[in-house]
């Protein structure tokens, strides 16, 4: 008995430590199950996402527990249309029993076999030490997260948006407004918004690198116009994002064009 309890601590150690064990991410290439390139750097650097993996296993146990949990964040991140972007990469199955694992558990996310699409090379490469195991990667090659655990939804949405990851999915509310015009925009651009009765509303500009590069606080209004301008801004994608004192939030992307 004594052996058993001894063999089950090692293993919830394991499971509580395990992450990869890098700090910067290394470039890496895998093919989807659906046969689909996705090459890691060019997300990086040319498309500016926030990257986030789930390493797993379609055998392991908590995998399957939390198989949801992280469509669900792809989901409240826009399932890769926003700042964000998700995959899966598997370890020691192929493109059928991904596949099938995929299917039964209803993920819509990109997923990579690890026998057929490259997932074991990158297992290896990343030293991953157990699964599942959720890392986020910033747009500078930060591991910014090595391990999110519990890989709940609120879990991985924070630490999502810790790395300046938007919500731009289910999670928003339509019973607000935000309209910005002219988009794109070149010298200046007009913010329109309505919200229920708060306390305050945050106006947010943000950047690809999920950093705040304009702000401006609106107290007890629920109707706002503001023209903004844009002489000090670089050329490039940005994200209009609306938050309310209620926590109600809605995102815009803004294209500044020179």
Known sequence: MRKIILILFAFISL??????LLTEANDFHIKTIEGTPIYLFPLLDEENYIVVIDFFSTTCGPCQDYADDFQQSY??????TGNVYFMGINWGNDNEGVHEFDSVFGLTFPSASGVQGGGNIVFLDYQ???YP????IKPNHEISNQYVWEPSTENINQAVIEAGGILVGEKE????????YPNPATNNTKIDFITREVKET????????GQIVYQEVVLNN???????GLDNFERGIYFVRMITSDGIMKTKKLVVAR
């Open 15 to 20: 499971v509580g430590k395990s992450q990869t």
């Open 75 to 80: 989901i409240d991140f826009g399932e890769n």
């Open 128 to 130: 991953v030490q157990s």
């Open 133 to 136: 195991s959720v890392v986020v």
């Open 173 to 180: 509310i339509q019973a607000e407004t935000l309209s910005i």
């Open 202 to 209: 945050y106006i947010d500009i943000i950047n690809t690198n």
């Open 222 to 228: 629920n109707k706002k116009s503001m023209t903004i």
